[in-house]
Structure formats: structure tokens, C-alpha cells
T-cell receptor
């Protein structure tokens, strides 16, 4: 049981390049989330998926797209990377029902855009 | 977007000391969570609070859900070097089922413990 996994762990992009960050969870969670973490800003929600087949914008969605491929996988795509997207990206998921607010996080992807 | 104000921003303490940090908001939250993030890792859930006035412990950690529902507190007793990290508060605003568990995070408190 690996929990929430993210790939890659590190990535360097040039301005204008595109890439997809991958996230998978093996806990049978319904909801999945993408956050970015910048110094002094805490974590800010980019996009979330309440359940398989649905996605919705969070606080800072501009410049990103997401795909909920199936119940396990939720990917984040940067179509044309900008230096302002240099950040640490975290994926998280919720367990179904009950106390669904308790989110479990992956180890993060450290992205640098030059 | 809505923010939680977390303080202090950083703390430098000696091993064995107690630590207190808090989180405040101008709006009501119905759930408060406290996370810890070790360097290079994702946040890990420490304590979840679901009722105003609730006091919950997890080992040396104790957290309280403020009675006004606009604040929460975390205390760490008898700190040890492995307590080093960033502590985040997070709030969940909606009591109903429409928010799908979306959380608002504080800016974090960086804790350094000197042996």
C-alpha cells in the first residue's frame, strides 16, 4: 500500500515547454487534489476532482489543466510553462465517506521553470 | 482567496521546551486540521478537529478548536529534535457536502529545535 505517489520528483523546464505531472493513489479514495506550495504562502489549491469523471477549479487554476484518468489517477498538465510556475506541487486524496476532510498527500514534485 | 493567518511564522526553541502556535480567520470554519511537513516531504496529518471547543491529543501534541470557530491552537509539549519541520493549519469551511473536502491552508510555522 504505497498511499499517494507522484512522478517525477524533480523537473526543470524551459519557458514555453509543456509537461504532465502524474499522481496515483491506491487507497480507493474518491476525491483528489492538486496544490502548489510557494515560500510563505502555504498550500494553494489548483484543481480538484470530487469523483471519477469530474474536475473543478481551485484557487489558482490559470496555466494548468487536469485529467482524472480513472479513480486512481489524477494528472496535472502545464501547457506552456512560465517562471511563475516554479513551485513544489503536491497531490492529495480524501478517503470516502465519514471524515472526508482528512487529506493524504504525496511526496511532491519540485518544478523549476527557467 | 481566503487565507488563514498562522502565527508565529517561525520558532527557535531548545529541546524540552513547550511550543504553542495558532491559526485565526475572519470567517467560520467547521473543521480544523493540523499537518506537519518534514523537509522534502508532503504534509502529514497530525490532528483533526470537528467540533467547536473540542480538545484533542495525539501523543505530545494537543490541538483545540476555538469556541468561535474562527481559530485553532496547537501545542507541543517537551519538544524533541524530530519535531523540526513546518506545521500547517487547515480549515474546511462548508458544513454541507458541496465543498468536496476542499481545504484552506495557513502559511505555516517553521519550527527549529536545538538539542
Amino acid at each position: 500500500n504505497a498511499g499517494v505517489t507522484q512522478t517525477p520528483k524533480f523537473q526543470v523546464l524551459k519557458t514555453g515547454q509543456s509537461m504532465t505531472l502524474q499522481c496515483a493513489q491506491d487507497m480507493n479514495h474518491n476525491s483528489m487534489y492538486w496544490y502548489r506550495q510557494d515560500p510563505g504562502m502555504g498550500l494553494r489549491l489548483i484543481y480538484y476532482s470530487a469523483s471519477e469523471g469530474t474536475t473543478d477549479k481551485g484557487e489558482v487554476p490559470n496555466g494548468y489543466n487536469v485529467s482524472r484518468l480513472n479513480k486512481r489517477e489524477f494528472s496535472l498538465r502545464l501547457e506552456s510553462a512560465a517562471p511563475s510556475q516554479t513551485s513544489v506541487y503536491f497531490c492529495a486524496s480524501n478517503r470516502p465517506g465519514g471524515r472526508s476532510y482528512e487529506q493524504y498527500f504525496g511526496p511532491g514534485t519540485r518544478l523549476t521553470v527557467t | 482567496g481566503q487565507q488563514l493567518n498562522q502565527s508565529p511564522q517561525s520558532m527557535f526553541i531548545q529541546e524540552g521546551e513547550d511550543v504553542s502556535m495558532n491559526c485565526t480567520s475572519s470567517s467560520i470554519f467547521n473543521t480544523w486540521l493540523w499537518y506537519k511537513q518534514d523537509p522534502g516531504e508532503g504534509p502529514v496529518l497530525l490532528i483533526a478537529l470537528y467540533k467547536a471547543g473540542e480538545l484533542t491529543s495525539n501523543g505530545r501534541l494537543t490541538a483545540q478548536f476555538g469556541i468561535t470557530r474562527k481559530d485553532s491552537f496547537l501545542n507541543i509539549s517537551a519538544s524533541i529534535p524530530s519535531d523540526v519541520g513546518i506545521y500547517f493549519c487547515a480549515g474546511q469551511r462548508d458544513a454541507g457536502g458541496t465543498s468536496y473536502g476542499k481545504l484552506t491552508f495557513g502559511q505555516g510555522t517553521i519550527l527549529t529545535v536545538h538539542p
